[in-house]
């Protein structure tokens, strides 16, 4: 008898296992991959093969198997690497396999399931009935019969609030059932078709000499290719749908129907220019060239200075991937930036490019699946989830910016988009080519380990000089009366850039703003005096002040009124949002026109895209945003950039908060000056002398990298170690706590004396409750992360509910 072993789609961790079904004899062409429908629970839900045996009767005798109700799709959805990678990313982040494989496919299901809700008769009489809402609420449904819960809601306005947990109630009580209904999402697009079925004789014209309309629309199909036209076409060409309906009747023509791939980004056209590759950009190519037609795995780093012409490389080395049939897939780290990506690779592959990015209707996500499940498209360009799209043979991953910190979902299951590439690139024997000007610490380290191909752009295309940058000391503008957000200095640059009819980004740092106190007369921050670390503000609750906390040392103190270092009252800074900036960049420079862009002005598909357009069209002189205009842009007129606050991200509690602060002066100032003449750039800061900063100023990475390097491994911090944050949650703080410290002891226990194994906690979260659960961390620092791992795993971790488990975690906080 045939049986397949089939993992459900519920990402519940205690039923998180195979269970073995049946295969009827119809299902016979079912194998490993396949999306089905099972039976589970009392339910029907979606389930994935993972393997399919053909057992003697024997084996099974006595076991009662439920069969596979459907297979839910028409092919095989997963892939046997696909299969491969959630298997092993299961493993790596201690998460389910239902949670890896649903990253898989768009939606998290390829099932819709609804719920309605049905009066039980019997029933009619209960007690809870007696109350008018629960009344209400069982006869609508005795009257009409099954209903969704939205339906029921918008036929009886006058219970929504208490909807929810009137059903629970009276479902409880069994006075109504619940009924689940699976059905595959089907958001398929059609377009209708009509096609000529007869062979226009001179016979049928004269036959239709009188009716005008419908001779012209068959000479029109008889003329168009494959006898074919769509019915969008016919109405610019002014045909009624009653002409087509006339001669489908009399039987000349029908109409049809085509499932048509939306192409989110169609209309985005490039022309291609011709573009000698410089010495280094060819060089670069040369030494990845046989890695590619290896068919085995090489992972590089590409690290080339801000505008040194890296986007020029990826394409040259998707081309070759592409020559040799293989798959490409281009990450971007922020849906901002794919537009301009797209663009650049649309000029060398019009229609070979899908767009993949969470931004993207369901339906769009699926048909680009779609076009690439059926050799439509070769080249996937998004943000991390773009790594999940079904495909064959990817022969080159290409992650731009890799040291960004979007890559890491912080969500549940909490992968690092670096580590499922390269397990990709692994399991395909493909190349795996990571770039950025300023790599991040771990992968710059691998590099010169020898663990990725280090790979080097040392000057702008046009050996134009990097930005000249100017640090201007933020202490000393208040000293001399300036209280405004913006420096003189800042406010000169502006005017000048606009004269000379060029344009600036100009970039405030947000990041680490809603966490500290700081003195804007010394920059003092106020710290922990057991541990020095920037103790982290807490709103207060129910009206009573706002308090101060080491997350290391669970000590918390008031806010002080005035600065403990200076005296002044200039302290509660806690920064300012870009609307406020944009308010004062009015004042200060009224005749500037400028755009913004941040979360507010952004939340729409093509919003990005729309306000980097008409910047880049010179409609505004001035683009102002957060972290998201940082990066990667390339907008030829941008000769001036200027950076406010640079450094509050020091203040964070976190290892990388120096190498944060480094990386974004040195994005940012790389905006400026690209093409035709040496950038200008301001650099607003209270740590003037701080390394990160000094070495941003110079774009010296290797200086930066070098003292950085010495600290981590002093504190045993990454690249010397990697992280696992465990996150403790309990209604109850003391079980949260002690849950913690337990698993700390047995830790110590069984790594006891390896000062290459710590765990450090517990501490209570900078959320430190979340809607009434307090949570506790325990952050383990290991050499040997396998070990960690397997620890882990024994302890049952991984199978408990109340404990997040984040390997590498981008955050301390
Ligand atoms: N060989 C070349 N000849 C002429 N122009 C080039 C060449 N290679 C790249 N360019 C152009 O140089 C500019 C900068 O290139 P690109 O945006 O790829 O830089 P980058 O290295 O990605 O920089 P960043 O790290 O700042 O994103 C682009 O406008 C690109 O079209
Ligand atoms: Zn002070
Ligand atoms: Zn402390």
Known sequence: MLTASVFVNIPVKS??????????????????????????????????????????????????????????????????????????LADFYLCSLAEMMRLFMPGKSGLKIS?????????????????????????????????????????LPEVKEELPSILEKLVQYKVLRKEYAAQKRDNARYEKLVVLTCQLTGQIREGYKRKKAQLHLLELLAAAPEQTLAMADLKAAKVSSATVRNLAEAGLAEIRQRRVLRDSYGDVQADRQRVELTEE??????????????????GFLLKGVTGSGKTQVYIEMAERARRLGRQVIVLVPEIALTGQVVTAFKAYFPDDIVVMHSRLSLAERNDAILRVRRGGAGIIIGARSALFTPAEDVGLIIMDEEQDMSYKQDESPRYHARVVAEELAHIHGGLLLLGSATPSLESYHRARQGELTLLTLTKRI???????????????????????????????????????????IIMLNRRGFSTFVMCRSCGEVIKCKLCGLPLVYHQGVGGRPGRLACHHCDVTEPIPDTCPKC????????????????????????????IRMDRDTTNTKFAHQEILARFRRQEYDILLGTQMVAKGHDIPNVTAVGIISADSSLNLPDFRAAERCFMLITQTAGRAGRHTEQGRVIIQTYNPEHYAVTCGIVQDYEGFYAQELKLRQQ???????????????????????????????????????????????????????????????????TADLPAVQAFLRAQGLHLRTDVAIDIDPITML
């Not at 389930?47 to 005798?61: H, N, P, Q, S």
């Not at 000391?473 to 200095?489: A, C, V, Y």
């Not at 800074?573 to 004042?587: A, D, I, P, R, V």
């Not at 002891?745 to 000062?755: I, L, M, S, Y």
């Open 567 to 594: 005296g002044s009252r200039y302290i509660k800074y806690f920064g300012s949002g870009t609307e406020k900036l944009e308010q004062e960049l009015h004042q200060v420079v009224p005749s500037a026109r400028v």
């Open 115 to 155: 719920v309605q809700y049905e009066a039980v008769e019997e029933e009619g009489g209960h007690i809870l009935l007696q109350m008018p809402m629960y009344r209400v609420v069982y006869q609508y449904l005795a009257d009409q019969g099954p209903q969704g819960r939205n339906a029921i809601a918008r036929a």
């Open 715 to 781: 504190l045993f911090y990454p690249p010397y170690s990697r992280l696992v944050k465990l996150l403790y949650q309990n209604e109850d703080e003391q079980a949260a706590r002690s849950g913690a410290a337990q698993l700390i002891a047995a830790f110590q226990q069984q790594f006891r004396g390896d000062k290459r194994q710590q765990a450090i906690g517990p501490s209570p979260a900078v959320i430190a409750r979340l809607r009434g659960i307090y949570r506790f961390v325990v952050l383990i620092k």
């Open 281 to 298: 950009q060819a060089a670069a190519v040369r030494a990845m060239e046989p890695a590619l037609s290896a068919h085995a795995y090489q």
């Open 462 to 504: 046009g050996n134009l000089p990097l930005p000249l940058v100017k640090c201007v000391d933020m202490r000393q503008e208040l000293r001399l009366g300036n209280r405004h957000i913006m420096s003189r200095p800042l406010q000169q640059l502006i005017e000048q850039t606009i004269a000379k009819r060029q344009q600036l």
């Open 15 to 88: 039923i998180a296992k195979a269970y073995t079904y049946s295969v009827p004899a119809e299902l016979s062409f079912l194998e490993a991959g396949w999306r089905v429908f099972v039976p589970f629970g009392g339910r029907k839900v979606e389930g994935f093969i993972l393997a399919v045996a053909d057992k003697a009767e024997t084996e099974l005798a006595g076991i009662k198997l439920k069969p596979i109700e459907a297979a839910i799709d028409e092919e095989c959805w997963f892939t046997p690497a696909m299969i491969k990678a959630a298997k092993w």
